[in-house]
């Protein structure tokens, strides 16, 4: 019987998609989701039969890469829920304005 070959690139493109919506007031957390389940359910499948499946170390890979960008987005929302939390969303379009009049001033 011929070996399986986990493709780990799908999760790494989510991984990566999630990776940069981070900024996007962590809104990657849904690709960097994804990425994660369908990592965690793919070697989930390959440890009940591992002698058919093949790239099982690839795998593990991208699941901590997909781990790795789900804890940043999280760290990203609960900033964001802070920020909006402590000085609420007029004071932070405040600062936002100040901060692009200063880089206006500095050009």
Known sequence: MEKQKLNS??????????FL?????????VFAGIAFFIAHTKLKEAYADPENYDNIEGMKTAKIVA???LVINLLMVLRVIYVFSTIGYDGFMEQY????????QSQ
């Open 67 to 69: 781990l790795v960008v």
């Open 21 to 29: 919506c981070c900024c996007l007031f962590g809104s990657g957390i």
């Open 97 to 104: 304005n100040e901060a692009i009049q200063q880089w206006e």
């Open 9 to 18: 690139t799908l999760v790494y493109i989510l991984s990566i998609l999630g």
